[in-house]
């Protein structure tokens, strides 16, 4: 398992419209709740029309959000999407605006076609910069989701990404890019997990990249509405994220955050149990004991890898101090 702190600290990502001039104002006026990273989006959430006006607004963002930092805020992890490689290359030229204060940088639709160049931007990129910046390739190309060649395709693309593997925070997928390819759509009491063929796409990025990778969830669209519905569907959709490997997500909306760090919290007997594995007392010879709660059995080979992953997110995100009810 990736066993990097800093991988897992991404959580909420939270995406922003770079044409949004209210954008630094939103993440200086401290009512988003609860820990979250910004993404600021140059691609999907701007019209192909509005790119120059939107890359002019995210440098007036960008340094709003430096003249912060340096009166002393502390702000979020922050990210640039950009729409290709050009617009990366583009963005080199604003070093000193981008230093110490952007962390890194999401590749849409990254696929054969432009790992090569998203990756060599990224290496002069660290070259030419005093910081060290990140990457996050979204998986969400059409090339991966045709059966016949997908696990040759999603191979391929790994070794790409294994290229830049220390530049590399997250792998992401693009669910909606997905559901777009088949005509549909989840509504609140639904899952992405409902939708077979989508579900069978991310298990086979699941696959091929979560022994190596964080990967994160795929975008939750509801974020309002009557009553609580669409926050039940979201939790409903983290747990099964988190169940199947997934860490962290992709949110629209403020309103999302809190729910997704709710999710990152590792229960109390999940924490306990993680503990006991990793400091296995191998005196006796067992390799296998109960659970802190009794209900359950910790095998040392087995759940260490789950525990490691477990007292990184509770380190992160914390532990729900409610003991969980048996049965």
């Known amino acids: 398992m990736n066993r990097r702190k800093e991988c897992y600290e991404v959580g909420a990502l939270l ?3 770079a044409l949004n001039q209210n954008a630094a104002a939103s993440v200086l006026s401290g009512k988003i709740n609860g820990r979250y990273s910004v993404a600021l989006c140059l691609e999907d959430a701007v019209a192909d029309a509005a790119v120059w006006q939107a890359q002019q607004q995210l440098l007036k963002t960008l340094q709003a959000l430096r003249q912060a930092r340096e009166s002393g805020r502390e702000l979020p ?3 640039i999407r950009v729409r290709e490689p050009a617009q990366l290359a583009w963005l080199t030229g604003h070093l000193a605006l981008m230093e110490g204060l952007v962390t890194g940088f999401i590749f849409p639709k ?10 060599e931007c990224m290496r002069k990129l660290n070259r030419q910069s005093a910081a060290s910046y990140a990457m996050m390739p979204i998986l969400e190309s059409e090339d991966i989701i045709g059966l016949a060649g997908r696990r040759q395709t999603l191979l391929r693309i790994k070794e790409k990404i294994d290229e830049v593997q220390s530049y590399v925070l997250n ?3 693009g669910g909606n890019d997905f559901c777009n390819q088949f005509a549909v759509r989840r509504h609140c009491n639904e899952t992405i997990y ?3 063929p989508v579900a069978g796409i991310l298990a086979d990025i699941l696959t091929v990249f979560a022994r190596e990778y964080v990967v994160s969830g795929p975008v939750w669209e509801f974020f309002s509405g009557e009553g609580q519905a669409w926050a039940d ?3 409903r959709e983290l747990k099964l994220d988190l169940l199947n490997g997934f860490v962290g997500k992709t949110v629209i909306h403020p309103n999302q955050v809190p729910i997704v760090n709710e999710a990152l919290k590792v229960s109390r007997s999940d924490y ?3 503990k006991a594995i990793l400091e296995w007392d191998q005196k006796n010879g067992l390799g296998v004991a109960k659970g802190a709660g009794g209900e359950r059995m910790n095998e040392v080979k087995t759940h260490e890898n789950w525990a490691g992953r477990t007292l990184l997110l509770a380190e992160i995100y914390g532990v729900e101090e409610t003991v969980e009810a048996v049965g």
Request: aromatic letters at 14%; hydrophobic letters at 45%.
């Open 110 to 119: 990254y696929s054969l076609v432009n790992a090569e160049a998203y990756n």
């Open 77 to 79: 992890k922050l990210f």
């Open 171 to 173: 792998v992401r997928v």
């Open 194 to 196: 409902e939708i077979l």
């Open 15 to 17: 995406y922003m419209p």
């Open 233 to 235: 569907g979201l939790r």
């Open 272 to 274: 306990e149990d993680a």
